[in-house]
């Protein structure tokens, strides 16, 4: 397994924007699809968005699609979330996760590397 830091969570204004990072270290990070779950409070976890071990190849949500960007940079071990026009309904801990394969699927399970989590608050 690639172990998995988040950074960048924050309180930030409806409408605002936040990028998260998501460093991976202790195995070939560039062998990993890669992909961004939220939870927020009393929720189940979800799918927000996922990218393939090359970075071709992305998938989203339907709530985040056209606001948030998924990508990745193998050379730093970094995936990032660039998230704009943020809305109450984005707040959540958001978590990286990882799976050793070329590009991954939308479901919890598909992925067996996590991070440990950032808290993203929108106010309204």
């Known amino acids: 397994q690639v172990q998995l830091v988040e950074s960048g969570g924050g309180l930030v204004q409806a409408g605002g924007s936040l990028r998260l990072s998501c460093a991976a270290s202790?195995?070939?990070?560039?062998?990993?699809?890669t992909a961004w779950f939220r939870q927020a409070p009393g929720k189940e976890r979800e799918f927000v968005a996922t990218i393939s071990r090359s970075g071709g190849m992305t998938s989203y949500a339907d709530s985040v699609k056209g606001r948030f960007t998924i990508s990745r940079d193998n050379a730093k071990n970094t995936v990032y979330l660039q998230m704009t026009r943020l809305n109450p309904e984005d707040t959540a801990v958001y978590y990286c996760?990882?799976?050793?394969?070329?590009?991954?699927?939308?479901?919890?399970?598909?992925?067996?590397?996590w991070g440990q989590g950032t808290q993203v608050t929108v106010s309204s």
């Open positions: 202790g195995r070939t990070f560039s062998n990993y699809a």
């Open positions: 996760a990882a799976a050793n394969t070329y590009y991954s699927g939308r479901h919890y399970y598909d992925y067996d590397s």
